[in-house]
C-alpha cells in the first residue's frame, strides 16, 4: 500500500474514494474513412499492419500503416524500442486509440495508445477512469488497486433506503460502483461537472458527516464548563448610560443574546457579525463589562497594531472613568513595561487586556479569565484562537468566546463552516449614518482629486489617502507610500499631511495615528495597515490609487473607514486602464453598492471559498466533492438530516450517525472543529 500513501491514501476507504477526474470512452470503434474525415479529435480505431517502416527523415522514428478495410491510417511513434517494432509488424491486429492531427503527409496520430487484439477481443462495456496521481503511480496499477479494494470492503449503506428514496438519492454502493465504471453511453457532462445522481450522493455523505461532526463538536462544547456570568451589572448599567449614543435596536438584540449565553454553565461560542461600522466595539465592550461585573477578567484581541492600539485607546477612555483597569499589551513593549502588564494580568488587578497576538504568548497568563474577544476573528488562524481561549484555567472552568467579523458569510459558508458556533448578527448601521458615495475616476484626473482634497479640508474634514497595493514586493510597496506622501505633501502645501505604513515602529504608528484622531494630520498617507477597524469620525474622504489592484472585501474594509460621522463621504477609487474583466466587475460592484453582505456574496463568485475566506479557515480541503456553490441544495438538506438525527427523529438514529460517521470520519480524521 505504501504507493497509495504517496496520494494521501491510507485506507481501504480512501482507496475507494479515489474518485476519477475523467473518463476514456474506448467502448466504440471509429472506422478510419471516418475519422480520417474527422481529422481532428480522439478516435479509436482497429485494424490490421500493412507497413511498418522505420523512417530516418527528418529524424529517427517508426512507422506503421493500419488499415480497416475502410482507409488507412499512419501512426509515428518518435521514441520506441525494438519489441516495439517486432509488436506492430505487418500483419498484426492493434487496437489503436489517440488523437488525430493533420501531419505533412495526411492525417495520423503520434504516439497513441495501442494494444494487440484478434478479432474476438471485446470491446470494454463500461468508461475507462482516469485517477489523478502523481509521478510513477500508473493508471494501471490504480485501476487494480481500486478494483480490487471495491471488491472486499464493506459497502453497505449508511442510510435507510426509505430516507435514499426521499432525497432522491441511490444507494452508496451503487454510486461508488457508477463512478469507477460508467457504463457505455452514460451522460458524460454530469459526471465531469459532477451533477449525476451517483456524484450527488457521494456529495450528500461528504456533507451528511460534516454537520454530523460539527454539530456534535457543538453538544459537546455543552458539556464542557465555564463561569456562569449571570449578575447584570452595575459597571455595565453605568457605562451605558455615559454613552454619548444610545444602543441600537439590533445593539440591543445581540446583547440580550450574549448576556444569555455568558450566564450558562457552559461557553459561548458566538460569531457577532455586523457589516464594517455597525457598532461590534461597543457591543464587545458591554460584554467585557459583564464580565468583569462578575469579577472575571475580559480579554480582547485584535490583528493589527494600529487596531489594538486604537481599541485601547477608546475603550480606556470608556473604562477608565469608571474606575476600572484597562491594559494594552502589545509585542513592542518594553520589557519592563511587558513585565508590569504581566504581572497585572496574573494577579488579576488587570481587569480588561486588550492587545494584538502578543496575547497569546506564553508569558501571559490570566489569574481568572472568564471572556475572550477576538475581533476581525477572519484576520486569526483557528488555532491562533484556541490558544486564547485555552488560556482560562482549563481544569474548572472554559472562558466564554465572542467572535467579531465584518466580513459577512454568505448563507452555504456559515452554514457548513460555522455550524458549530451560534450567530449574531447586528443589522444595518447606527443612525444618521449617510452612505458613502463612491466614484471611479481615472488617474489621469488627479488634479481633480487634489482639488477636492483641498474642499474637504476647507470644510475641516479629514482625509485618508491609500497607496497601491503591490503584491510582489513590499519594499517597493513601502518606497511608493513614502514616494506618494512627498508628492502630496507638495501638492497640498499648506496642509498637514502624515504617513503610515507596516514597517513604522509601533511608536511612531501610534504617533501618527493619534495625531490624525486628534486633527493634527489632515491627510493621512496609509498603506493597507489602516485596513481594518480604524475609526476617525471626522475622516469623510478616501482616495484609493489603483484600486483595480484591491480585492472587493479589502476595497469594502477600506471603505467603512469613511462615512463613520454625520457628513457626507465619498470614497474616490482611482484605477488605470485598461482594466481587466475582473477589476472592472469589482470596481463596478463597489460603485453600486455599500452593502457588505452583497459585496461578500460577489467576492465569493469571483474568487470561490478557498480564497475567500483564507485557505486556513475555510477548510476547504475538508470537502472534497462537495461545491460550496453549486451544491447549496445539497447542504441544506444534509443539514436538515443531521438536525433530524441529532434529535432522534427516526427510532435508529444512533446508528446511523454511528455507521455514517465512522465511515467518513475514518476517511477524513477530523473536521474543522474552531
Ligand atoms: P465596527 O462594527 O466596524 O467595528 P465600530 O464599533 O468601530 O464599528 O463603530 C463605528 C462607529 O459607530 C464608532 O464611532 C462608534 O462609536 C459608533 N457607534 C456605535 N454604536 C452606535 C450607536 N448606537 N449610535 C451611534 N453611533 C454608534
Ligand atoms: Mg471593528
Redesign the pocket.
Known amino acids: 500500500m505504501n504507493k497509495l500513501e504517496r496520494l494521501g491514501i491510507r485506507t481501504d476507504m480512501e482507496t475507494a474514494l479515489h474518485l476519477p477526474s475523467r473518463y476514456e470512452d474506448e467502448t466504440k470503434l471509429t472506422n478510419i474513412a471516418e475519422a480520417l474525415f474527422r481529422r481532428i479529435g480522439h478516435a479509436q480505431v482497429e485494424g490490421v499492419v500493412t507497413a511498418s517502416e522505420i523512417q530516418y527523415h527528418p529524424r529517427r522514428q517508426l512507422v506503421v500503416f493500419v488499415s480497416d478495410g475502410t482507409s488507412q491510417l499512419v501512426l509515428r511513434f518518435l521514441h520506441f524500442y525494438g519489441s516495439q517494432v517486432k509488436q506492430l509488424a505487418v500483419g498484426k491486429r492493434i487496437r489503436v486509440r489517440g488523437e488525430l492531427r493533420q501531419g505533412y503527409n495526411g492525417v495520423e496520430m503520434i504516439h497513441p495508445a495501442y494494444r494487440i487484439v484478434d478479432e474476438s477481443t471485446p470491446l470494454p462495456v463500461a468508461l475507462t477512469p482516469v485517477y489523478p496521481t502523481c509521478d510513477g503511480i500508473s493508471q494501471n496499477y490504480l485501476r487494480k488497486e481500486i478494483g480490487a479494494v471495491l471488491k472486499r470492503l464493506d459497502l453497505s449503506d449508511t442510510l435507510p433506503e426509505a430516507l435514499l428514496a426521499e432525497l432522491e438519492l441511490p444507494l452508496f454502493s451503487d454510486a461508488i460502483r457508477f463512478l469507477h465504471n460508467p457504463p457505455a453511453g452514460v451522460d458524460e457532462n454530469a459526471l465531469l461537472d459532477r451533477s449525476h445522481p451517483a456524484w450527488k450522493r457521494m456529495k450528500f455523505d461528504e456533507l451528511l458527516a460534516q454537520q454530523l461532526s460539527m454539530r456534535r463538536a457543538q453538544i459537546a462544547r455543552r458539556r464542557q464548563k465555564s463561569h456562569p456570568l449571570e449578575k447584570t451589572g452595575e459597571l455595565t448599567e453605568r457605562f451605558v448610560r455615559s454613552l454619548p449614543?444610545?444602543?441600537?435596536h439590533a445593539?440591543q438584540e445581540v446583547l440580550a443574546e450574549i448576556r444569555e449565553d455568558m450566564g450558562r454553565a457552559f461557553p459561548m461560542q458566538r460569531l457577532l457579525q455586523?457589516?464594517?461600522?455597525?457598532?461590534?466595539?461597543?457591543?464587545a465592550a458591554i460584554a467585557a463589562l459583564l464580565a468583569i461585573d462578575n469579577g472575571f477578567q475580559a480579554a480582547m484581541m485584535a490583528p493589527t497594531e494600529i487596531l489594538a492600539e486604537q481599541h485601547f485607546e477608546?475603550l480606556s477612555s470608556w473604562m477608565k472613568p469608571l474606575g476600572l483597569s484597562v491594559i494594552g499589551i502589545s509585542g513592542s513593549m518594553k520589557k519592563k513595561e511587558k513585565d508590569a502588564a504581566l504581572s497585572m494580568i496574573q494577579t488579576g488587578q488587570a481587569q480588561f487586556v486588550i492587545g494584538t497576538h502578543a496575547l497569546i504568548q506564553d508569558a501571559v497568563r490570566f489569574a481568572n479569565l472568564g471572556l475572550v474577544i477576538v475581533?476581525e476573528q477572519h484576520r486569526f488562524g483557528v488555532g491562533q484562537r484556541l490558544v486564547l481561549r485555552n488560556k482560562g484555567d482549563l481544569h474548572s472552568a472554559i472562558p466564554h468566546q465572542l467572535m467579531?467579523s465584518?466580513t459577512p458569510i454568505p448563507r452555504t459558508l456559515a452554514m457548513t463552516f460555522y455550524a458549530d458556533l451560534d450567530v449574531s448578527v447586528?443589522a444595518g448601521l447606527?443612525?444618521?449614518r449617510k452612505p458613502v458615495v463612491t466614484r471611479l475616476i481615472d488617474q489621469e484626473r488627479r488634479d481633480e482629486v487634489i482639488a477636492r482634497i483641498h474642499a474637504a479640508t476647507l470644510d475641516g474634514r479629514q482625509v485618508y489617502w491609500v497607496c497601491p497595493l503591490i503584491e510582489e514586493s513590499e519594499s517597493l510597496q513601502l518606497q511608493t507610500a513614502v514616494d506618494t506622501h512627498a508628492v502630496l505633501a507638495d501638492a497640498l502645501k499648506g496642509l498637514s499631511v502624515g504617513l503610515v505604513h507596516g514597517r513604522m515602529k509601533p511608536v511612531e504608528k501610534q504617533r501618527v495615528m493619534s495625531d490624525f484622531v486628534d486633527g493634527r494630520i489632515q491627510v493621512l498617507v496609509a498603506t493597507t495597515v489602516i485596513e481594518v477597524?480604524v475609526?476617525v469620525?471626522n475622516a469623510s474622504l478616501m482616495v484609493i490609487e489603483h484600486a483595480e489592484r484591491f480585492g472587493l472585501s479589502q476595497l469594502h474594509q477600506l471603505r467603512?473607514r469613511v462615512g463613520?460621522g454625520d457628513v457626507d463621504s465619498v470614497c474616490l477609487l482611482m484605477y488605470q486602464k485598461p482594466l481587466g474583466e475582473t477589476a472592472r466587475q469589482r470596481l463596478r460592484t463597489m460603485r453600486e453598492t455599500n452593502d457588505g453582505f452583497i459585496i461578500a456574496q460577489r467576492d465569493l463568485e469571483i474568487r470561490g471559498p478557498g480564497e475567500f475566506l483564507g485557505s486556513r479557515q475555510s477548510g476547504q480541503a475538508m470537502l472534497r466533492f462537495a461545491d460550496l456553490e453549486k451544491d447549496g441544495e445539497l447542504i441544506e438538506k444534509a443539514a436538515s438530516l443531521a438536525e433530524a438525527l441529532l434529535t432522534k427523529r427516526f427510532p435508529d438514529s444512533d446508528k446511523i450517525m454511528t455507521a455514517h460517521l465512522t465511515r467518513w470520519l475514518d476517511y477524513r480524521e477530523e473536521f474543522l472543529n474552531i
Not at 455586523?274 to 457591543?283: A, E, L, M, P, R
Open positions: 449614543f444610545a444602543l441600537t445593539q455586523g457589516d464594517v461600522g455597525s457598532g461590534k466595539t461597543v457591543v477608546r475581533d467579531m465584518a447586528i447606527p443612525p444618521g477597524g475609526d469620525p467603512g463613520r
